[in-house]
């Protein structure tokens, strides 16, 4: 579900910090955290997801993720936006 949903979002945006940079600035609805990604690399994004009160949905692969984006790696974080 939650791959669907972002193959068809959009505006996405990919990467740790790209997401962190777009979660600061108030333009993002939706943050993706893939289960298998390192948590030193995601538990910064989920904290900063909870204070702005952004939905965080959980997927179980990295692999997916980056594929659902589009892109040949695997992806940690991936915000939804405006």
Known sequence: MSY???????????????????LKSGHVIEVIVAEDADP?????IIQT?????VPITKVDS??????ACGIEVGAATVAITH
């Not at 669907?4 to 777009?22: C, D, H, M, P, Y």
């Not at 997801?49 to 009160?53: D, I």
């Open 4 to 22: 669907e949903k972002v193959s068809q979002a959009a505006n996405v945006i990919i990467g740790t910090k790209q997401t962190l940079r777009a």
């Open 62 to 67: 990295m692999k997916k993720l980056g594929k």
């Open 49 to 53: 997801a909870n204070e702005a009160n």
């Open 40 to 44: 030193r690399i995601t538990e910064n």
